[in-house]
């Protein structure tokens, strides 16, 4: 497609429920990022992958949250026993492989508002 | 910790006002910085990504300068029109890492 997609547009679970939050980043890009918008507050990371690893997880908040991207395109974001607190947009990345002419070029797609009642 | 700053929080205007956003950050190793619209409910929408190596980025009325001695950016909006109300975040990137460090956002209002 032309850019970054992530479905569904909005989620409303229960305290406790398991969610999957999915990112189709853009043909060709090979570094997806995932970051997290709270209300008022600008967007913060969460995890980083070159390919099919993840190269940097550290913005996890906790084990309750995991991220994968199997075959290097499409990743998902798991989140196991929500809370209310995890009510924000989530928000997913993509940028060409480190060192092209975009220089780490960040392109996001509209997110995923997520409510946990 | 490595942290971005956004002032004014908010600015209301009347069209055709030039005006200037601003973002500081205290991040010496810098590798770029990014300025970004974000409407209410939508995504951000990349405006200007500034090179640490460059001063300045022009894209139609808009132009970032980028400062590193000072750790300051800023966005230029030339002749603003009421389809610019929306919220600016400027993000910068460093050589450490790869995550992208927001601040907080302007949030514009540009009233005809």
């Known amino acids: 497609g032309a850019g970054v997609s992530q479905t569904p547009s909005n989620k409303v679970t229960e305290k406790g429920k398991y969610v999957e939050l999915r990112c189709d980043p853009i043909s060709g890009h090979t570094a997806l990022y995932w970051y997290r918008q709270s209300l008022g507050q600008g967007p913060e990371f969460l995890i980083y992958f070159q390919g099919t690893g993840a190269a940097d997880d550290s913005g996890l908040p906790n084990d309750r949250f995991f991220a994968v991207r199997p075959e290097g395109s499409v990743s998902t974001l798991k989140i196991q026993r929500t809370e209310r607190g995890d009510s924000a947009v989530y928000l997913c990345?993509?940028?060409?492989?480190?060192?092209?002419?975009?220089?780490?070029?960040?392109?996001f797609g509209p997110g995923t508002r997520l409510t946990v009642l | 910790k490595q942290e971005v700053t956004q002032i004014p929080a908010a600015l209301s205007v009347p069209e055709g006002e030039n005006l200037v956003l601003n973002c500081s950050f205290t991040?010496?190793?810098?590798?770029?910085l990014q300025w970004f619209r974000q409407d209410p409910g939508k995504g951000l929408t990349s405006l200007l990504l500034?090179?640490?190596?460059?001063r300045e980025q022009t894209s139609g009325r808009l132009n970032a300068s980028l400062d590193k001695s000072s750790g300051r950016s800023t966005l230029y909006i030339a002749a603003s029109q009421p389809g610019d109300s929306a919220t600016y975040l400027c993000?910068?990137?460093?050589?450490?890492?790869?995550?992208?460090?927001f601040g907080t956002g302007t949030r514009l209002q540009v009233f005809p």
């Open positions: 990345a993509s940028s060409p492989t480190s060192g092209s002419v975009s220089y780490n070029e960040q392109f």
């Open positions: 991040d010496s190793a810098i590798y770029n």
């Open positions: 993000a910068e990137l460093s050589y450490n890492t790869d995550k992208l460090i």
């Open positions: 500034i090179q640490s190596s460059q």
